[in-house]
């Protein structure tokens, strides 16, 4: 247990006060307006700044996965793992330049929309109700689960089942009041999260200076992290040879080197940023040079992400490696990855605790915001408004919206109380990397070949997504029995239960490559389709010349980042 002081306690109730102070500001200066309609409490049509799009986006997208799960990875594998973080960087160049135009050209608010206007009725029922049952039972509960033991953690674990219940009322405060309530606010929860995130990592590299007898020095404490471990500087593992140790191995399986580039490391990012509700929802509301700006910001925000996610867990493991943190990475006295996080911040100073509790709060609050917010647009614009009441009028659904992130949060509140989905049993981010990844090749298949290739059919697209989900069970379940560990198109290593397994990122890639092959085919073999209600034209993707130059320079940066840690 993390001895809070007073001052802990008064930093993190001023956070408290001024985010929900500011949040109530924005709500009645909103209602003032008189702008209650249904696109605004979505969408928060035309009112959000690039800027705070930008915010919204990384606010939304940092939680307690990120914060706990990526320095639990930091610290077992080290820096490789920022490839989720630079890679993302990437897809949201992508998704700004290629994906949002199309959106916005089309008049799309919900995913579910898109598919409707593209190919039929059908398939977006099918995704509708398939986004709302993962949203909740996925992502809303696991992301209150992690939360709640981060911070528990911190505080006493004891106090879990009331931190719960904090959580989830704070995000429903927020998120009742909108999207333009969210997307404010996370502005403030960004500025928390970053600075709360830099003190952690500042603080854990001091002591790593400290540690080794060069004083408080960050740089010279960053310096002794490659000097001690240059094997968690490596942004390309290789592969592993005969000789490997099977840590060396379990390394590979979660971050399978240069492969994974060619592979999963692309379907995960491109669909999570561009095929999503949860994230694209920040942008459909917007004109086409906010929205695009807003999403740059945010990937050249995300190239500062590894910083104050990843280093912690690096830091700590060398900490833990010449003797110290020993009890705090280990209570019970087995070592547990991540609490590399929280073993840090038991040696913050008084007042930094509480901003650093701030920090975890704030991602944690602001994607259960952002999350609620997205059920709350699918069920009552895609399918309250399209089969329960037609006739609903604007003032309607926004109470049917208000009222579904009640129950959506409730729900998540029930599920994480006793942990009735065993997510504690695999850690919240294994829990979502795997419900989330087993579906991601045939989504972002459907999605692809959708907005790009008009041949495209309905039955390919729900064929893609059978095809792409039994595909990944094959591939990490049963490719190595069936077919060998070793072969043409990829190679199964022993996992630490002495089973063989397929790297998981690989398996997402040939799920993807074989769905796609299986939707060209039928598309091809199906009637010609040219849907009069999808506009798709060149000058969509052409882009300002500022807006190059911060393309430019944020590929440059992730260019001289990878020269210089190959």
């Known amino acids: 247990m993390n001895n809070f002081s007073t001052v802990d306690y008064a930093v993190f109730i001023f956070y408290f006060i001024l985010i929900s102070s500011y949040g109530f ?9 008189a702008t209650s309609g249904s696109h605004d409490f979505f969408l928060a049509e035309g009112s959000l700044t690039w800027w705070a799009i930008g915010a919204s986006l990384i606010a939304s997208n940092i939680s307690a996965e ?80 992690l939360g709640s033991i981060a911070i528990s953690s911190m505080i006493d674990p004891a106090y879990f089942k009331y931190i719960v219940i904090g959580l989830a009322a704070f995000s429903l405060i927020i998120t009742l009041g ?19 995130g830099l003190v952690t990592t500042y603080i854990a590299l001091t002591m790593v200076s400290d540690h080794f007898g060069l004083g408080k020095d960050a740089i010279a404490g960053f310096k002794m992290l490659m000097k001690d471990s240059p094997d968690h500087f490596k942004m390309i593992l290789d592969k592993p040879t005969a000789n490997s140790s099977q840590e060396y191995v379990n390394k590979y399986l979660a ?45 050249f925000l995300k190239l500062g992400m590894p910083i104050i996610v990843m280093l912690p867990g690096i830091a700590a493991y060398v900490l833990h490696r010449n003797g110290a943190l020993q009890h705090e990475m280990a209570p019970d006295g087995k070592v547990i990855a991540d609490n590399a996080y929280s073993a840090v911040l038991t040696f913050l100073p008084n007042g930094l605790k509480g901003l650093s509790l701030a920090a975890l709060t704030a991602a944690i609050v602001a994607s259960l915001a952002g999350k609620a917010n997205s059920i709350s647009t699918i069920w009552t614009l895609d399918i309250y408004k399209k089969y329960i009441n037609k006739n609903a009028d604007e003032k309607k659904l926004v109470v049917i919206g208000r009222l579904s992130i009640l129950v959506a949060i409730v729900m998540s509140v029930i599920l ?14 294994t829990f979502i990397q795997k419900y989330t990844g087993f579906i991601s090749p045939g989504v972002f298949a459907m999605f692809l070949l959708g907005m790009f290739w008009k041949r495209t059919t309905g039955t390919a697209a729900i064929a893609g997504l059978v095809t792409g989900f ?16 070793e072969n043409f198109l990829y190679t199964a290593y022993l996992n630490k239960d002495g089973v063989y397994e397929i790297p998981f990122l690989i398996c997402m890639g040939l799920s993807f490559l074989f769905t796609m092959i299986v939707m060209v085919g039928l598309s091809l073999l199906g ?31 992730i260019t001289l980042i990878y020269v210089k840690f190959w």
């Open 470 to 485: 039994l595909l990944s069970v094959v591939f990490n379940n049963y490719a190595p029995i069936w077919f060998g560990h």
């Open 416 to 429: 994480t109380w006793d942990d009735l989905l065993g997510i504690g049993g695999e850690g919240g981010f």
């Open 255 to 299: 971050l399978p080197g240069i492969a994974m580039y060619f592979a999963g490391q692309w379907i995960v990012n491109l669909n999570y940023w561009g095929c999503n509700q949860y994230i694209t929802q920040r942008a459909l509301g917007a004109d086409l040079k906010t929205a695009r700006t807003g999403i740059l910001f945010a990937g």
């Open 66 to 145: 990120q914060f706990i799960g990526m320095s639990g990875q930091g610290f077992q594998v080290g820096m490789a793992v920022a490839a989720y973080e630079w890679v993302a960087a990437i897809a949201l160049i992508i998704v700004a330049v290629w994906f949002i135009p199309v959106y916005l050209k089309n008049k799309i608010f919900t995913m579910p929309q898109f598919l409707q206007t593209r190919y039929n009725e059908t398939v977006s029922l099918i995704m509708a109700i398939f986004w709302l049952f993962l949203y909740i039972f996925v992502n809303l509960t696991s992301i209150l689960y």
């Open 25 to 33: 500001w924005i709500y009645s200066k909103k209602k003032n307006k």
């Open 178 to 196: 909108g999207m333009k309530v969210i997307g404010f606010t996370d502005v403030i929860q960004v500025i928390v999260l970053i600075a709360g």
């Open 527 to 557: 009637p010609k389709v040219n849907p009069k209600a999808f506009e798709l034209d060149k000058s969509m993707f052409k882009v300002a010349p500022s807006t190059l130059v911060l393309i430019v320079v944020t590929l440059l940066l």
